[in-house]
C-alpha cells in the first residue's frame, strides 16, 4: 500500500549545488509528474512523462531535469540550486487519461521540502 | 491551456457551519473537474471528481460539488464543517481530448480553516 514514495523528505542545499529528488509508485501507473508548490502560487508542473520512455516539460521547467528511469521511477534533478527553487515538491503518477473510459486522476506523494540558501 | 480561479484564499468558519469553497474555470472545450485536499504536512488526495452524468457529485466524507457549466463553475459545499475539515482545498480541471489531454491544471487553494 506504499502508492506514491518520495525521498528525501527534507534537504537543504546552498546555492550552487546540486541534487536529485527520487520518486517510486507501485500503482503500475503510465503516467508520473513532478509539481512544485509555493505559497498563494498552488501547485505549477515542473515535468511530466505521459508513458515509460518519454518527458515533457511543464509550466516551469527551468532550472530542472527529469529521468524516468523505468515505469516505475521519475526522479527530478536541480543541476545548480538557486533559493527560487525553495519550495515543496510532490511527485505525482496516474493511468494515461482516456477520454472514454475516465479521466486522469492523480495520486500525490507525501512530498519533499527544499531549502536552498 | 486551462484557467482555475479560486476565489477565496482564505476561508475562516465555525465548526457545524455551512461552507461554499468557489471555483471557477476558463476553458473552450470540454473538461473534467476536480477538487482536492491536502491536510497539513501531507500530499494532495482526490476529495471528488466529475466527468459526465449527473452535474452534482458528492464525496464520501459530506463535501458536495455542482457542476455549472454556463456559468464555468465548480463550486465545493458542505452545509456543516467539523474541525477535521481543516485544509487547503485546491480544485482542478483536465481537458477531455487534445494535446493537452488528461494534464491537470490547478487553481491556487483555499485555506478551509474550522474554529471550535
Known amino acids: 500500500n506504499a502508492g506514491v514514495t518520495q525521498t528525501p523528505k527534507f534537504q537543504v542545499l546552498k546555492t550552487g549545488q546540486s541534487m536529485t529528488l527520487q520518486c517510486a509508485q507501485d500503482?503500475?501507473?503510465?503516467?508520473m509528474y513532478w509539481y512544485r508548490q509555493d505559497p498563494g502560487m498552488g501547485l505549477r508542473l515542473i515535468y511530466y512523462?505521459?508513458?515509460?520512455?518519454?518527458?515533457d516539460k511543464g509550466e516551469v521547467p527551468n532550472g530542472y531535469n527529469v529521468s524516468r528511469l523505468n515505469k516505475r521511477e521519475f526522479s527530478l534533478r536541480l543541476e545548480s540550486a538557486a533559493p527560487s527553487q525553495t519550495s515543496v515538491y510532490f511527485c505525482?503518477?496516474?493511468?494515461?487519461?482516456?477520454?472514454?473510459?475516465?479521466?486522469?486522476?492523480?495520486?500525490f506523494g507525501a512530498g519533499s521540502r527544499l531549502t536552498v540558501l | 491551456a486551462q484557467s482555475v480561479t479560486q476565489l477565496d484564499s482564505q476561508v475562516p468558519v465555525f465548526e457545524e457551519a455551512p461552507v461554499e469553497l468557489r471555483c471557477n474555470y476558463s476553458?473552450?472545450?470540454?473538461?473534467?473537474l476536480f477538487w482536492y485536499v491536502q491536510y497539513p504536512n501531507q500530499g494532495l488526495q482526490l476529495l471528488l471528481k466529475?466527468?459526465?452524468?449527473?452535474?452534482l457529485v458528492e464525496s464520501i466524507n459530506g463535501f458536495e460539488a455542482e457542476f455549472n457549466k454556463s456559468q464555468t463553475s465548480f463550486h465545493l459545499r458542505k452545509p456543516s464543517v467539523h474541525i477535521s475539515d481543516t485544509a487547503e482545498y485546491f480544485c482542478?480541471?483536465?481537458?477531455?481530448?487534445?494535446?493537452?489531454?488528461?494534464?491537470?491544471?490547478f487553481g491556487r487553494g483555499t485555506q478551509l480553516t474550522v474554529w471550535p
Open positions: 505525482a503518477s496516474s493511468h494515461k487519461a482516456d477520454p472514454v473510459v475516465g479521466a486522469n486522476v492523480l495520486t
Open positions: 500503482m503500475n501507473h503510465n503516467s
Open positions: 512523462s505521459a508513458s515509460e520512455g518519454t518527458t
Open positions: 476553458s473552450s472545450v470540454s473538461v473534467y
Open positions: 466529475y466527468l459526465s452524468g449527473s452535474t
Open positions: 482542478a480541471v483536465s481537458d477531455r481530448g487534445g494535446s493537452t489531454l488528461g494534464r491537470l491544471y
